[in-house]
């Protein structure tokens, strides 16, 4: 079992850049795939991109290649995702996410989920 916590969240101006961090509990972080999701106000959940056990391989949404990076550093139990070139519709909760089958856009793969972190783009 792990257990996720988000942090990095705030308000910034479009164009701006925000790093989100998920820490993780346990010491089993490594064997785990990394999902980041957000959700703005009555939406569906989005995926936003996903990273594998070792950091080798990640995938972003089509809709935010270029602007949004994840990478995430296994000794410090952390997974990061870098926001840049921020847009006003990029306003939303971001959540982060643990999978044990892998990274993909289906929130149904991943057992673990944080509180999520509020990220607001002010145009």
């Known amino acids: 079992q792990v257990q996720l916590v988000e942090s990095g969240g705030g308000l910034v101006q479009a164009g701006g850049s925000l790093r989100l961090s998920c820490a993780a509990s346990?010491?089993?972080?490594?064997?785990?795939?990394m999902g980041w999701f957000r959700q703005a106000p009555g939406k569906e959940r989005e995926f936003v991109g996903g990273?594998?056990?070792?950091?080798?391989?990640?995938s972003n949404a089509d809709s935010l290649k270029g602007r949004f990076t994840i990478s995430r550093d296994n000794a410090k139990n952390t997974v990061y995702l870098e926001l840049n070139s921020l847009k006003p519709e990029d306003t939303a909760v971001y959540y982060c996410?643990?999978?044990?089958?892998?990274?993909?856009?289906?929130?149904?793969?991943?057992?673990?989920w944080g509180q999520g972190t509020q990220v607001t783009v002010s145009s």
């Open positions: 996410a643990a999978s044990m089958i892998g990274y993909n856009n289906n929130y149904a793969t991943y057992a673990y």
């Open positions: 346990g010491r089993t972080f490594s064997s785990y795939y």
């Open positions: 990273i594998n056990w070792s950091g080798r391989s990640t």
